[in-house]
């Protein structure tokens, strides 16, 4: 899923600790509170209220994607929290869905999965120039340096492209360049000055990218996800594909549910259908369930708008990477099946025309 953190400079005193200080104190914000409330209902000659003991031995919830909690990496120096290896299946994890692709609707929207992924979505058709835009909302998002534990102190943002999620989209860039696809690969940092307005730098970013380049037929907004349990655990989404270890990813689709026009959604939902299709079919466990959620992600600005997290902040940019080369061959597959649109004067003439079917 999408996060949304400030970046370690301009922060508020609560922003500059680490996730999980954010975690503790927030924690013991609402229990003053609550505790608060609760002696302020009191008698006044009631007896006074006495802490709770901490129940340590209780588990924390797990994320929606997991069954089961693993056990995390041994070895954790002492000061450091532990990492997980974990894999999520939608098929094993019993997610909704059709056709073999599975989905995490966190939307409140109703959908008929077999339906919206029997679409017709046409692309623009090809033309001379770039096809792939490869934007980052979230530019500063990081990966780890190892993959047993990690240091609660260290931030998961960096600003240096070759630290952040901007290498990634250097190497999602290189292997469709490879395979006969122009790319545009926009570095903007979209996350400065303001992480919480990044989406709307983004859609300027987008846009003006669009317009520049009216070939390009795919946006894909890259960003790796986060996956950390309130005991500090971290996640690291991971599996193994011919040796090698590969990132697995996520697609987001967004929805007009919170209140921003997006007429069209469906149409997203069909191509990200059939780009996880395509990504399974290849490399069966590569893809989480597709993750469907109220906010748009600037996705109305193409139906073949791709949100991917790649991993999360536990995992590493090599396994990123390895699952980015993956991440093209379906792109390249995507572009080449989907039949693309007419053109427009032909479109309108065919709007007035009796349509025949064979």
């Known amino acids: 899923m999408v996060t949304t953190r400030s970046l370690p400079r301009r922060q508020s005193p609560l922003q500059r600790l680490s996730a999980l200080g954010q975690i503790l104190a927030l924690n013991a914000l609402g229990g003053f509170l609550l505790a608060l409330t609760l002696a302020l209902s009191l008698p006044a000659d009631a007896p006074p209220l006495l802490p709770s003991p901490v129940e340590t031995d ?16 041994e070895g954790v120096p002492e000061g450091m929290l532990p990492v997980s290896a974990i894999q999520i299946s939608g098929e094993r994890g019993g997610y909704e869905g059709a056709e073999g692709v599975y989905f995490q609707n966190v939307a409140g929207i109703g959908v008929d999965y077999a339906a919206a992924l029997g679409r017709e979505v046409a692309l623009p058709a090809a033309a001379e120039g770039p096809q792939v835009l490869i934007l980052h909302t979230h530019t500063s998002e990081a990966y780890a340096e190892q993959i047993h534990w990690y240091d609660p102190a260290a931030s998961a943002y960096d600003r240096d492209n070759s630290q952040n999620i901007v290498a990634v989209g250097d190497t999602l860039a290189a292997a469709l360049e490879r395979r006969g696809i122009g790319v545009v690969h926009e570095t903007t940092h979209c996350d ?34 986060s996956m950390i349990t309130a005991e500090g655990l971290k996640y690291r989404p991971v599996l193994t594909v011919d040796g090698v270890e590969t990132a697995q990813m996520m697609l987001v689709v967004g929805s007009p549910k919170n209140g921003l026009a997006h007429p069209d959604w469906l149409d997203n939902l069909a191509l990200a259908g059939r780009l996880y299709q395509l990504l399974e079919q290849e490399t069966p466990g590569l893809m989480r369930p597709i993750h469907i959620s109220a906010n748009r992600y600037n996705q109305h600005l193409s139906p073949a708008a791709f949100l991917v997290e790649v991993g999360t902040c536990a995992n590493t940019m090599a396994e990123a990477d390895a699952a980015v080369e993956l991440l093209a061959e379906g792109v390249a597959a995507l572009l080449t099946e989907v039949r693309p649109a007419p053109p427009a004067g032909v479109a309108a003439a065919a709007a007035k025309s009796p349509s025949t079917r064979h």
Do not use: C, G, M
């Open 58 to 73: 209780l588990p924390a919830p797990l994320p929606p994607l997991l069954l089961t909690r693993p056990e995390a990496e």
């Open 192 to 225: 400065d000055p303001s992480f919480n307005q990044a989406y709307n730098k983004s859609r300027t970013v987008a846009e003006a990218a669009l317009a520049e380049h009216p070939s390009i037929r795919v946006v894909i907004d890259l960003h790796r996800d």
